[in-house]
């Protein structure tokens, strides 16, 4: 009987997801010459795509990569290592919190790659090639635990790492983190939902412990919404398994109760040791301007239904870069472009939907009480390899989110005139709509990794069971028909008679006569070549078609031919698909040669870079004005392009290339913006279309001279011309310093001011007088900022009684128990007092004051407002002490630091002598930091106790 038992074909233990040791929680290293050569061949495919920037040669150049984050993380690793943790960065705006911008990604243990000593754009590319490489080990462990071989578990990883939507990731670090760390999440949380209610109780401590790290790694990294993403999918996987738990009478309700727990309990855990992430980030939250403004951006880069053809053809839609050949533009309805291609592999969508349609088939003839002959030929060497499992929800959950704007609204208008937005009913529009706090998030392109996944893991797992079954001639008879067919189609629209043709019947006379887009030219890319993009749409066909007949003959001579063969055939099919992946994706990484930039930075006639402040205790402070782009750019295209884009960024201070600079500004790009800079930008806006042109000019120089600025950066549409290294012509931005004369102190001293009351959210209405009353300064062009009072936000309105200030504008209010006029009145500068009603601070105890500490002494013979040019987000903290100099200096005295004119902040004093200090102290940063380091250092000890594992 035991000897029958042993001979009946059963799936192997290890190849179960439910039957995993636990001490195999985590992936383990596996032994033989097949698995290093594999593994070798994916860091060779990431070094092959990356290898200039890792030498340092180049430094990526596309997208925010380029003119975002590094800058960025330059700036931030020069804070840390000179002043320690950073804490305030006072270069964008009027000062932002640092750790409240979740993509610093401060706490993110591998961010402080950045304090190595190597060039910045190294470490750029380090930190790319090192999440890459995370997001591959975590899919092959992933796909194994899925019940995958280990070639179909390489061929799942590589087809997830070096796919479009994934590899294009480079361009926006904190999303390529996120999309890193998915597939760990997803198996990790399913894994304790599918834990027995016997296992140990310090074995399910463990687990938890080391799901919860996953869990906190997008939160540190800077893509919460991805944690919030795998959330959302483990819920629905629960809620199914709830379901058939009730339906099938052989399990119990009370054994989902083991189930859910140990994933609360890491989730919590998850939630501790990120904390002071999370609390920075929800208390700059309520400054910004996504809390209060329209749902417009919430639904940018959303994935139109045409774009999912890449997945068959790579460059279907047209590419974007470095000549512009984005096709699908044409259409009325496209979208901004988050991935340029979708493209996973002909082969790796082939596996995925006969996936599909192979269990479609097997459900219905289940349903029908037939017997279907393909689970005959395929005996199943695994639970999930032939029938359905969790990760086949993946693919139709993330599609389906990333449609976003194309909800059912959309598809009823493209029918009918109905009234619903577009998004209206759609997936997306429902989490936003009904999800408590998803309204925070955008862009549904992010849920692009969820789908690529899915399609690995099933391709994959297909994969596995057709190299192990047999021989299917038909079907892969078939692979090579449609591998033909394509080739043909590719080889035909190689003849320019036939490129004519279709561009100038299908494009221009049939479908697109009254096109709005006609005559379509990107800023940066130049005009839309319509000629060259049906021309690569030949080349896109002759790919795919080669790569499909090569895997159809692949599969015509490995499988089929037993286990071993099998597995091999696996193998040659995963080497292809690497193949296949790096020659689609290399015109993708766009870089910029960092010689050639420095060449061009010695050759500036005058560098903006070394512009020099007007104070030696205040940075440069500029508003950013003129065109994005030169007028040329957007007339040609260039295969030089990249470099002059991103040269032009860097030797112009765009983007947030001020910041290693030290130059301030006020209108910078942020991953947050306040939302009073956004109001006060657009009502300043709407007052200046309401003057007359001529006048436009010096309404802006007024409002200018009153934030304390000390220059334009201003941006010519034209370009200058200049040689790249080859000889060749360039023609760079136009970027030049205009300095302002006679600004606003960065410190004052004031003694009249106006008492309000604090305010919400603000409109123009709120802006009106003072800009009004600023751009009426013109006629005080001695003292331009005197006309106009700063006012004070008090809660209530009043004076507190126990600060002795007499110099309030409106007296009779103050006597009327505080309540401020309906309106703050601008009026001509008046002091009764005799003194200057506004006095330049110039005696600053620091020799240069730091970013979030300031410390300076004053003497007035009157009481007043002491203002600074910095944001008050809720936690700068001020104090002083008497400097008489008749006795010894008293105690320190707490001040209350008040917004002042909304966008700066200031502190009431008595008149006499005194010394000031402000300094940034986050209410929450001591007790989250506690709480974080308990809770490590125990999970250090549990992980470290033989006792618990």
């Given at each position: 009987?035991?000897?029958?038992?042993?001979?009946?074909?059963?799936?192997?233990?290890?190849?179960?997801?439910?039957?995993?040791?636990?001490?195999?929680?985590l992936?383990?290293?596996?032994?033989?010459?097949?698995?290093?050569?594999?593994?070798?061949?994916?860091?060779?495919?990431?070094?092959?795509?990356?290898?200039?920037?890792?030498?340092?040669?180049?430094?990526l150049?596309?997208?925010?990569?380029?003119?975002?984050?590094?800058?960025?993380?330059?700036?931030?690793?020069?804070?840390?290592?000179?002043?320690?943790?950073?804490?305030?960065?006072?270069?964008?705006?009027?000062?932002?919190?640092?750790?409240?911008?979740t993509?610093?990604?401060?706490?993110?243990?591998?961010?402080?790659?950045?304090?190595?000593?190597?060039?910045?754009?190294?470490?750029?590319?380090?930190?790319?090639?090192?999440?890459?490489?995370?997001?591959?080990?975590?899919?092959?462990?992933?796909?194994?635990?899925?019940?995958?071989?280990?070639?179909?578990?390489?061929?799942?990883?590589?087809?997830?790492?070096?796919?479009?939507?994934?590899?294009?990731?480079?361009?926006n670090?904190?999303?390529?983190?996120?999309?890193?760390?998915?597939?760990?999440?997803?198996?990790?949380?399913?894994?304790?939902?599918?834990?027995?209610a016997?296992?140990?109780?310090?074995?399910?401590?463990?687990?938890?412990?080391?799901?919860?790290?996953?869990?906190?790694?997008?939160?540190?990294?800077?893509?919460?919404?991805?944690?919030?993403?795998?959330?959302?999918?483990?819920?629905?996987?629960?809620?199914?398994?709830?379901?058939?738990?009730?339906?099938?009478?052989?399990?119990?309700?009370q054994?989902?109760?083991?189930?859910?727990?140990?994933l609360?309990?890491?989730?919590?855990f998850?939630?501790?040791?990120?904390?002071?992430?999370?609390?920075?980030?929800?208390?700059?939250?309520?400054?910004?301007?996504?809390?209060?403004?329209?749902?417009?951006?919430?639904?940018?880069?959303?994935?139109?239904?045409?774009?999912?053809?890449?997945?068959?053809?790579?460059?279907?839609?047209?590419?974007?870069?470095?000549?512009?050949?984005?096709?699908?533009?044409?259409?009325?309805?496209d979208?901004?472009?988050?991935?340029?291609?979708?493209?996973?592999?002909?082969?790796?969508?082939?596996?995925?939907?006969?996936?599909?349609?192979?269990?479609?088939?097997?459900?219905?003839?289940?349903?029908?009480?037939?017997?279907?002959?393909?689970?005959?030929?395929?005996?199943?060497?695994?639970?999930?390899?032939?029938?359905?499992?969790?990760?086949?929800?993946?693919?139709?959950?993330?599609?389906?989110?990333?449609?976003?704007?194309?909800?059912?609204?959309?598809?009823?208008?493209?029918?009918?005139?109905?009234?619903?937005?577009?998004?209206?009913?759609?997936?997306?529009?429902?989490?936003?709509?009904?999800?408590?706090?998803?309204?925070?998030?955008?862009?549904?392109?992010?849920?692009?990794?969820?789908?690529?996944?899915?399609?690995?893991?099933?391709?994959?797992?297909?994969?596995?069971?057709?190299?192990?079954?047999?021989?299917?001639?038909?079907?892969?008879?078939?692979?090579?028909?449609?591998?033909?067919?394509?080739?043909?189609?590719?080889?035909?629209?190689?003849?320019?008679?036939?490129?004519?043709?279709?561009?100038?019947?299908?494009?221009?006379?049939?479908?697109?006569?009254?096109?709005?887009?006609?005559?379509?030219?990107?800023?940066?890319?130049?005009?839309?070549?319509?000629?060259?993009?049906?021309?690569?749409?030949?080349?896109?066909?002759?790919?795919?078609?080669?790569?499909?007949?090569?895997?159809?003959?692949?599969?015509?001579?490995?499988?089929?031919?037993?286990e071993?063969?099998?597995?091999?055939?696996?193998?040659?099919?995963?080497?292809?698909?690497?193949?296949?992946?790096?020659?689609?994706?290399?015109?993708?990484?766009?870089?910029?040669?960092?010689?050639?930039?420095?060449?061009?930075?010695?050759?500036?006639?005058?560098?903006?870079?070394v512009?020099?402040?007007?104070?030696?205790?205040f940075?440069?402070?500029?508003?950013?004005t003129?065109?994005?782009?030169?007028?040329?750019?957007?007339?040609?295209?260039?295969?030089?392009?990249?470099?002059?884009?991103?040269?032009?960024?860097?030797?112009?201070?765009?983007?947030?290339?001020?910041?290693?600079?030290?130059?301030?500004?006020?209108?910078?790009?942020?991953?947050?913006?306040?939302?009073?800079?956004?109001?006060?930008?657009?009502?300043?806006?709407?007052?200046?279309?309401?003057?007359?042109?001529?006048?436009?000019?010096?309404?802006?120089?007024?409002?200018?001279?009153?934030?304390?600025?000390?220059?334009?950066?201003?941006?010519?549409?034209?370009?200058?011309?200049?040689?790249?290294?080859?000889?060749?012509?360039?023609?760079?931005?136009?970027?030049?310093?205009?300095?302002?004369?006679?600004?606003k102190?960065?410190?004052?001293?004031?003694?009249?001011?106006?008492?309000?009351?604090?305010?919400?959210?603000?409109?123009?209405?709120?802006?009106?007088?003072?800009?009004?009353?600023?751009?009426?300064?013109?006629?005080?062009?001695?003292?331009?900022?005197?006309?106009?009072?700063?006012?004070v936000?008090?809660?209530?309105?009043?004076?507190?009684?126990?600060?002795?200030?007499?110099?309030?504008?409106?007296?009779?209010?103050?006597?009327?128990?505080g309540?401020?006029?309906?309106?703050?009145?601008?009026?001509?500068?008046?002091?009764?007092?005799?003194?200057?009603?506004?006095?330049k601070?110039?005696?600053?105890?620091?020799?240069?004051?730091?970013?979030?500490?300031?410390?300076?002494?004053?003497?007035?013979?009157?009481?007043?407002?002491?203002?600074?040019?910095?944001?008050?987000d809720?936690?700068?903290?001020?104090?002083?002490?008497s400097?008489?100099?008749?006795?010894?200096?008293?105690?320190?005295?707490?001040?209350?630091?008040?917004?002042?004119?909304?966008?700066?902040?200031?502190?009431?004093?008595?008149?006499?002598?005194?010394?000031?200090?402000?300094?940034?102290?986050?209410?929450?940063?001591?007790?989250?930091?506690?709480?974080?380091?308990?809770l490590l250092?125990?999970?250090?000890?549990?992980?470290r106790?033989p006792?618990?594992?």
């Amino acid at each position: 009987m035991m000897q029958k038992t042993r001979n009946l074909p059963r799936p192997a233990a290890s190849m179960r997801s439910d039957s995993i040791p636990h001490s195999k929680f985590l992936p383990t290293g596996e032994r033989g010459t097949w698995s290093a050569w594999g593994w070798l061949a994916l860091i060779g495919g990431i070094c092959w795509l990356f290898g200039s920037v890792l030498i340092g040669e180049d430094r990526l150049a596309f997208r925010d990569v380029g003119h975002f984050y590094q800058p960025l993380y330059e700036y931030l690793s020069q804070q840390a290592i000179s002043n320690g943790l950073p804490l305030w960065n006072p270069l964008d705006h009027s000062g932002i919190p640092v750790l409240g911008e979740t993509t610093t990604a401060m706490f993110y243990p591998l961010r402080w790659l950045f304090l190595l000593p190597w060039p910045t754009s190294v470490a750029m590319g380090v930190y790319v090639a090192l999440h890459l490489v995370i997001a591959a080990y975590g899919t092959y462990w992933s796909a194994k635990r899925a019940s995958c071989h280990s070639a179909a578990a390489f061929f799942a990883s590589i087809a997830y790492t070096f796919s479009c939507p994934i590899l294009f990731l480079h361009t926006n670090p904190p999303f390529l983190v996120g999309a890193a760390w998915l597939p760990w999440m997803l198996t990790a949380g399913v894994a304790l939902l599918e834990h027995s209610a016997t296992t140990q109780r310090r074995q399910r401590l463990r687990q938890t412990i080391l799901t919860g790290y996953l869990f906190a790694m997008p939160v540190l990294g800077g893509d919460p919404q991805t944690a919030v993403h795998v959330g959302i999918l483990l819920g629905i996987i629960f809620a199914g398994k709830v379901i058939r738990y009730a339906i099938d009478s052989h399990h119990h309700r009370q054994t989902l109760r083991p189930r859910i727990v140990p994933l609360a309990l890491a989730i919590l855990f998850a939630i501790g040791i990120a904390l002071p992430q999370i609390a920075a980030s929800l208390d700059w939250a309520a400054h910004s301007a996504r809390r209060h403004g329209d749902q417009i951006d919430i639904y940018a880069y959303s994935v139109a239904p045409w774009h999912w053809l890449d997945l068959w053809v790579p460059f279907a839609n047209g590419q974007l870069f470095p000549q512009y050949q984005r096709i699908s533009h044409l259409i009325p309805s496209d979208m901004q472009v988050w991935s340029i291609s979708l493209y996973c592999g002909i082969g790796t969508i082939s596996l995925c939907l006969w996936r599909y349609l192979h269990l479609l088939r097997k459900t219905i003839c289940t349903l029908f009480r037939r017997q279907t002959s393909l689970q005959s030929s395929f005996p199943s060497t695994g639970p999930t390899q032939t029938n359905w499992s969790w990760w086949d929800l993946l693919l139709p959950v993330g599609a389906s989110m990333t449609a976003g704007h194309f909800g059912v609204g959309w598809w009823l208008q493209q029918v009918t005139e109905s009234p619903l937005p577009s998004p209206a009913y759609g997936p997306y529009w429902m989490l936003v709509e009904w999800f408590p706090g998803y309204d925070a998030f955008r862009y549904p392109a992010k849920w692009l990794p969820v789908a690529v996944l899915g399609i690995a893991i099933t391709a994959g797992l297909r994969l596995s069971a057709v190299s192990q079954a047999p021989r299917r001639r038909r079907t892969w008879q078939f692979g090579l028909i449609l591998s033909c067919s394509l080739l043909l189609i590719g080889c035909v629209g190689q003849f320019a008679g036939c490129q004519d043709w279709l561009l100038a019947k299908v494009i221009w006379t049939s479908n697109f006569p009254e096109h709005p887009n006609h005559g379509l030219a990107d800023s940066y890319w130049g005009p839309l070549n319509l000629k060259q993009s049906i021309a690569n749409w030949s080349y896109s066909f002759l790919h795919a078609g080669t790569v499909l007949g090569l895997g159809s003959l692949t599969a015509l001579r490995w499988f089929g031919s037993g286990e071993k063969r099998g597995g091999w055939g696996a193998g040659v099919a995963a080497g292809l698909l690497l193949v296949d992946l790096v020659l689609i994706n290399s015109p993708l990484i766009a870089v910029v040669n960092r010689s050639q930039v420095e060449a061009w930075k010695e050759a500036q006639a005058e560098p903006i870079a070394v512009i020099e402040s007007p104070s030696e205790k205040f940075p440069v402070a500029a508003l950013r004005t003129g065109a994005l782009a030169p007028t040329i750019w957007s007339e040609r295209s260039g295969r030089g392009r990249i470099a002059e884009v991103a040269a032009s960024e860097e030797l112009g201070l765009q983007g947030r290339w001020h910041l290693p600079h030290g130059v301030r500004v006020w209108n910078s790009a942020t991953s947050i913006t306040p939302d009073r800079h956004q109001s006060f930008a657009i009502a300043a806006q709407n007052a200046a279309n309401q003057v007359p042109q001529n006048d436009q000019s010096v309404l802006w120089h007024s409002l200018a001279k009153h934030w304390s600025l000390t220059g334009y950066l201003h941006t010519s549409a034209d370009s200058y011309p200049t040689k790249f290294q080859s000889d060749a012509q360039a023609r760079l931005l136009s970027t030049k310093w205009i300095p302002i004369d006679s600004p606003k102190p960065a410190v004052y001293w004031s003694t009249k001011f106006q008492v309000s009351e604090v305010q919400g959210r603000l409109n123009h209405r709120n802006w009106q007088p003072l800009i009004e009353a600023v751009y009426g300064a013109t006629n005080h062009p001695e003292s331009p900022y005197l006309s106009w009072q700063p006012f004070v936000e008090i809660p209530g309105g009043a004076i507190p009684s126990g600060i002795p200030i007499t110099n309030a504008t409106d007296e009779a209010t103050r006597e009327n128990g505080g309540q401020q006029a309906n309106r703050l009145a601008a009026s001509e500068p008046h002091n009764s007092s005799g003194t200057e009603p506004l006095q330049k601070i110039q005696n600053f105890l620091d020799p240069k004051p730091s970013d979030r500490k300031l410390a300076l002494q004053l003497t007035t013979a009157d009481s007043g407002l002491l203002v600074r040019s910095t944001f008050q987000d809720g936690n700068w903290q001020a104090r002083y002490r008497s400097q008489d100099a008749s006795s010894q200096p008293d105690a320190w005295k707490e001040a209350t630091v008040y917004p002042v004119d909304y966008l700066h902040q200031g502190i009431l004093l008595p008149s006499g002598s005194w010394e000031v200090e402000f300094w940034y102290s986050p209410w929450w940063l001591t007790p989250a930091l506690g709480i974080a380091i308990v809770l490590l250092l125990g999970s250090v000890i549990v992980l470290r106790d033989p006792q618990h594992g």
